[in-house]
């Protein structure tokens, strides 16, 4: 079973586009279905985190609008956060998901027990996923790849009983 799901940004909670406003300010488009099942699946008992290579302070507000558990940004080796997180909470690899889209994610992707990718992920990365999303990144990716751990983990009628 599932209990924390973790996220590449840029191509996987975004559509991977890196926008600048005519001040030089840096803007990100994320969709409102994955915040969505984000929020709701922490009532039934999943974590969520983000680790991410570049820093963003587009990332730390949405992250806290969503009351997501772990933020690392600037991160160049996910695998030793990974590790980190896995000695803090004690979780082992089939109890964790990860979702990501370009080659930096292959490494921590070989390191969790189900690999999660958008439809626009390099083919390295679909090569080693799980579950290949219909959606692209930033387009309902990770709630496509979230409702599928809640159906296949048994918990998806509790979800649905949690809504608001």
């Known amino acids: 079973m599932i209990k924390l799901i973790l996220l590449d940004v840029d191509g996987t909670l975004t ?5 600048r406003g005519n001040k ?9 279905k994955d915040g969505y099942i984000i929020v709701n699946s922490q ?14 302070e587009l990332v730390k507000i949405r992250s806290e609008e969503l009351k997501i558990k772990y933020l690392y940004q600037g991160i160049s080796e996910k695998t030793l956060i ?13 109890e964790i998901a990860y979702m990501g889209d370009d080659l930096n994610d292959l490494n921590i ?10 439809q626009d992920a390099v083919p390295e990365v679909k090569e080693v996923a799980d579950f290949v999303s219909s959606k692209n990144g930033g387009d309902g990716a990770v709630r496509e790849f979230t409702e599928f751990i809640l159906k296949k983990d048994g918990i ?7 809504l608001k």
């Open 156 to 162: 998806w009628e509790k979800f649905l009983k949690n």
């Open 43 to 56: 009532k039934v008992g999943i974590d969520f985190g983000i680790i991410t290579g570049r820093e963003s």
């Open 15 to 19: 559509d991977g586009g890196i926008y």
């Open 82 to 94: 990974l590790e980190e997180i896995m000695e803090k909470t004690l979780l082992k690899k089939d």
């Open 109 to 118: 992707m070989k390191k969790v027990g189900l690999k999660g990718a958008p």
């Open 24 to 32: 030089g300010e840096e803007l990100k488009k994320f969709n409102v």
